[in-house]
């Protein structure tokens, strides 16, 4: 349980910079802050660090990087955060917003320039909502992979991180927060002292209680993301008076295959493919996005839909890890229609009817839903279908920061001391799940973590005696 307790006569450890979270917000601070010359350690409460960001697609949309420089295209910090406005409806916190389109390209370049990361832009499709070519990636193009190397370059740093180190109390001294208390596995507490903290321990996804409180319709989906995601950031901040916000926001998706529990990337519908629901109709924009898409296929019969496409698309997903394993599982049918309808259970003559209809779209005909099919190829007689559902993946809702990612109070003062990244912070998302645009996730754990380290350790080096 998060508390906030009173600071005890002696800390077991003092250092300068503690942060709560192990994942790449975490790791990113821990980086920015040693550099900065700061004595940091980083507290994951698991064996390992893993995280959203290894549930993750590992894809951070950054803007105006050497990167996509090298293949032509041509981006800024302003149409990314206009491209974030434009998917929140003008919703997403203006501040947090400026902040992270900013140091998103900086922070991507550092960690290559400075720490070994490589990075790729995806340019084979465009995600929904976004004007251009930005999603940086490793090489492997997974989660795991990103949240492996931030470990590899954390390890060659020697930033000082703690496994099984459970935070469950803040302790304040004359209105600062000078530390915090760990729990270990064998029941054993100890107090860390510090001059500044920072919270990246991520949103409150794993809290069905708060999740129940705050987003009612997910509260009954599938949990995509990390357990350890119960909300401590949120509730120290309500009990420290903290400006919260946008607590109804979140990432949500309409492609996890099922039951086999293997997200599906969302190119398969932007390159062609279509929704649909056990009765063989579509039932919405599969261009809107993946986020909202969540709710729609919940609201389907039996809270699923099946994504067809066709062999092409399928060779586009050949070339991501989860598709690979979703085929490897057996979560992808092939054949005619006649023979997806008998593997599917989908009526054979609605699905038919189905694909005709978008075949007319393509040729001019209106999309009830307003999709434009003329964007690509329409599907072919060799098709693959996916039973999927929608799931919450993320919370974006949090503690409020300014642009030294400085938690900040009700009166709108900072929080002497304390720091907020990631899903701890407020996201850029807006107040409700269509408002989520593709990588806002790693974009604020990157961004805000940069940020962070940085800040906290000018911070803590001016306290120190």
Wanted: glycine content about 14%; aromatic content about 6%; charged content about 15%.
């Amino acid at each position: 349980m998060a508390k906030i307790s009173p600071t005890p006569e002696s800390w077991d450890i003092e250092v300068d910079v503690a942060i709560v979270g192990g994942g790449a917000c975490g790791l990113i601070a821990g980086l920015r802050a040693s550099e900065a010359g700061a004595d940091v350690l980083v507290l994951e409460r698991d064996a390992t660090s893993s995280g959203s960001t290894a549930l993750s697609s590992g894809f951070i949309p950054a803007a105006g990087t050497r990167y996509q420089r090298e293949i032509g295209v041509h981006d800024s910090p302003d149409l990314l955060a206009r491209d974030i406005q434009g998917k929140a409806k003008g919703d997403a916190h203006p501040g947090i917003t400026r902040t992270v389109a900013s140091a998103i390209g900086p922070a991507v370049e550092w960690l290559s320039d400075t720490h070994g990361l490589e990075w790729v832009v995806l340019d084979d499709f465009l995600y929904p909502g976004h004007s251009v070519h930005r999603m940086h990636a490793v090489p492997e193009r997974t989660g795991t992979a990103l949240i492996t190397r931030l470990l590899s370059a954390v390890e060659a740093a020697e930033v000082p991180l703690a496994y099984q180190a459970h935070a469950t109390a803040l302790h304040l001294e004359d209105g600062r927060v000078a530390g915090v208390t760990i729990n270990r596995p064998d029941g054993q507490t100890e107090s860390i002292g510090c001059r500044a903290l920072i919270l990246s321990c991520n949103g409150y996804g794993g809290n069905p209680v708060l999740v129940a409180q705050h987003i009612p319709e997910i509260a009954g989906a599938p949990y995509f993301g990390h357990t350890g995601n119960t909300g401590d950031a949120v509730l120290w901040g309500e009990a420290l008076g903290a400006q919260i916000q946008h607590l109804s926001g979140y990432q949500g998706h309409g492609s996890l295959a099922h039951p086999h529990g293997i997200l599906l990337t969302w190119a398969l519908n932007m390159e062609g493919g279509i929704q649909v629901n056990t009765e063989g109709r579509r039932f919405s924009n599969e261009h809107e996005g993946y986020s909202e898409q969540a709710v729609k296929v919940l609201a389907q019969p039996g809270g699923v839909a099946w994504n067809i496409y066709d062999r092409r698309l399928h060779e586009l997903g050949l070339g991501f890890p989860d598709y690979r394993s979703a085929v490897e599982n057996g979560a992808v049918h092939h054949g005619d229609i006649n023979t997806l309808a008998a593997k599917t259970g989908i009526p054979e003559e609605a699905l038919s009817e189905t694909l005709a209809q978008t075949r007319a779209y393509a040729e001019g005909a209106q999309d009830p839903f307003g999709r434009d099919f003329g964007k690509a190829p329409t599907l072919g007689e060799d098709l693959c279908a996916v039973r999927v559902t929608g799931a919450l993946f993320h919370t974006q809702g949090g503690l409020v920061v300014d642009e030294y990612a400085q938690v900040l109070g009700a009166d709108g003062g900072v929080i002497p001391g304390l720091f907020a990244g990631g899903g701890a912070a407020c996201g850029v998302s807006g107040p409700r799940v269509e408002g989520y645009l593709s990588g806002n996730g790693l974009l604020t754990a990157v961004a805000l973590g940069y940020v962070a380290g940085a800040s906290a350790a000018r911070i803590a080096k001016t306290r120190r005696v």
